[in-house]
């Protein structure tokens, strides 16, 4: 059942050194965030917080009470520095126990890869209570209990597990979205976003600059659950614009 | 003065709507973090917030008190979105001031480009007690207030404020990382890692598995503030693998 008031909203925790090293790049805030707005779920909050137990107890504590669903990256792998299940049962005050079907999984897996040693065990670990998550790209699942989600770091296999998961999650209506581009300093303009957003109450506008081709320009986005308020805004915005003599790109530049 | 004792910590807030939609893949975590390392200053943690001023309050009340510094991106140009001054000052309970020298600086910016009007004069307003953070790449400048530095969404603007403050921030001893490359599964190498370092205490050992070339191999980072630390672990953890019949790449694969 979809509730269409409702606004449903979810925090992610970004787990590692390696990210907060700045070695890696982090490409999961993105994916999960666009993955989430195609199931009618906003990302409301990211938190990126390093291998170490009490400040992911923390962050998921704070970030369960608030929001309707919460994600993990990193940290289910098989060596010491992967803590994320036992951070996670910490916080709900569950045991850490071996899944049998995740076990089974890895058996296989590495039935033909060295078979299963301590290390590659540690994957069929999961907090009391949990179902597992398809892994299509490698042999250890990611983790759900209830509205709580512990997926891969390696964002390739994040993309499996949110294919696994699409359409299973309940969401409100999709917010939905329109741009449009122009090339004017979106200092020029700033005054008739203000009004057109204060204008269309369902509506927010996004102002994002650039600076391309020796010229500056910019994409304002509307976004709004409501496909008329956001058709109302955007024309709106729209003869704003070109009745100020600038041209504007639908769909962006 | 440098400690070099103690370990000194930076938060950092992302502050912008496009990133929670998914629409902007963030750049400026991993800039910030390495620039950071190399200040001598570890990033403990990073939020991602929406462009909500009780978000943004409630984030900078809790970095404040957690960390030596705060860094933020995002929320400083000239539009409606942009309210990051607004919410950090309502946070550390002062006003907002026009800063003469930034309208200064903006004004001169903007004498051929149309003159300065209400959107461009909003990129001069400042917490009071701010001084400004120098911006080669456009008119704007990011603004520091003690240890608390509010700066650019777009991360080659962001680029340029971290090089001007380049040397201006007490920091400790920077840490130090050596990375060894091994074409093997880490969860086969599992138990040397956690027995690695658990036996060289002022040393992390981070694993970051890979799958390339068709075959399966790891990067193991280690990380210590003493350099001669770092050297006997990454010794000891290249003996244990040469040992198990892995050849190690250093510097990584």
Redesign the interface.
């Known amino acids: 059942m979809t509730s269409p008031e409702k606004i449903w909203t979810a925090g992610l925790i970004?787990i590692?050194?390696?990210?907060?090293?700045?070695?890696?790049?982090?490409?999961n805030?993105?994916?999960?965030?666009?993955?989430?707005?195609v199931q009618g779920i906003?990302?409301?909050?990211?938190?990126?917080?390093?291998?170490v137990e009490a400040?992911i107890v923390e962050a998921v504590n704070a970030l369960t009470l608030a929001y309707d669903y919460l994600f993990t990256t990193g940290g289910i792998?098989?060596?010491?520095?992967d803590i994320t299940v036992d951070a996670v049962a910490a916080a709900l005050g569950v045991p850490v126990v071996i899944h049998p079907e995740a076990r089974a999984l890895l058996e296989r897996y590495?039935e033909t890869?060295?078979g299963l040693?301590?290390?590659?065990l540690?994957?069929a670990r999961v907090p009391e209570g949990s179902e597992l998550i398809p892994n299509r790209m490698?042999g250890a699942p990611g983790i759900r209990r209830g509205n709580l989600f512990l997926m891969a770091g390696?964002p390739h296999i994040t993309a499996g597990m949110l294919d696994a998961l699409t359409g299973q999650l309940e969401g409100g209506a999709p917010?939905l979205?329109e741009t449009l581009g122009c090339w004017v300093?979106?200092?020029?303009?700033?005054?008739l976003?203000?009004q057109t957003?204060a204008a269309h109450a369902t509506c927010?506008?996004?102002?994002?600059?650039?600076?391309r081709e020796g010229r500056v320009g910019a994409n304002f986005?509307i976004?709004s659950v409501s496909a008329e308020d956001l058709k109302a805004c955007s024309d709106s915005l729209t003869d704003g614009l070109t009745g100020n003599g600038h041209a504007v790109t639908p769909g962006g530049i």
Chains 1, 2 share one sequence.
């Open positions: 970004v590692g050194d390696e990210i907060l090293s700045g070695r890696t790049q982090d490409k805030i993105a994916q999960v965030a666009t993955w989430l707005q906003r990302l409301a909050e990211v938190r990126v917080v390093p291998d400040r792998g098989p060596t010491h520095d590495y890869r060295g040693n301590e290390g590659r540690r994957m490698s390696v917010l979205s300093a979106e200092s020029e303009v700033a005054e976003l203000r957003e927010q506008i996004g102002s994002y600059p650039f600076f986005v976004r």
